[in-house]
């Protein structure tokens, strides 16, 4: 009586691939990482959109920002694929600045998805279009990263980690917007008319 008690109890008790919540499949793997990925190294290599529309990657750290989302992508999509979960709100603020920094650049390619709907049919449109899935991705990573854990994770880490990227991506533009107010400064006749156009700026 005694030795089939625990295997009832076995029997009642939920597989642990149910009690660890759904597991990313390898589709994010494809269109959150290697999809991402590509079209950064594309752009590096080519300077497509530079050319055709403007710079997405003026600098050398922009485009370590613009890499750590499929990067980012791919951490999450790893652990998340182990049965055991360690670092969840270091994971969480690495999944944060990937959403910020995603957002970001969703937003900035947003005026070219007309463009880019029409164009995926010459492969063209997939270039504007992979900053909205890197987003998609990584907010469904943050999702899964939600459930994953055992006790309700706290919002600090996520939070912590988009105020991180916003400020990483801010950063970055502060030297050029400092460089084009100091020539407009300097290309100014008059010093009133160099501080109007600073003020203005």
């Given amino acids: 009586m005694t030795d089939t008690e625990p295997q009832a109890t076995d029997a009642k008790s939920p597989p642990a691939s149910d009690s660890l919540g759904p597991t990313p499949g ?12 590509a079209v ?4 590096l290599a080519t300077h497509f959109c530079a050319d055709t529309f403007f710079d997405p990657l003026p600098t050398f750290w922009h485009a370590v920002a613009a890499a750590s989302v499929p990067a980012s992508n791919l951490l999450v999509w790893y652990r998340l694929r182990n049965s055991e979960m360690r670092h969840a709100k270091w994971l ?42 890197s987003l998609w ?37 502060v030297p050029a917007t400092a460089t084009r107010l100091g020539v407009q400064w300097a290309a100014s006749d008059e010093p009133c008319q160099g501080a109007a156009e600073l003020a203005a700026a």
């Fill in 26 to 37: 390898n589709w994010i793997l494809t269109l959150g990482v290697i999809y991402p990925a």
């Fill in 92 to 133: 969480a603020f690495v999944n944060g600045a990937a959403i910020a920094i995603a957002t970001l650049y969703a937003l900035l390619f947003l005026p070219l998805l007309p463009v880019a709907l029409v164009g995926i049919f010459f492969a063209i449109g997939v270039l504007p279009i992979a900053p909205m899935v």
């Fill in 137 to 173: 991705c990584a907010l469904l990573l943050r999702r899964a990263l939600a459930r994953r854990q055992e006790k309700p994770s706290s919002t600090w880490p996520l939070v912590a980690g988009l105020s991180a990227g916003l400020v990483v991506l801010v950063a970055l533009d």
């Fill in 40 to 43: 950064i190294a594309f752009e």
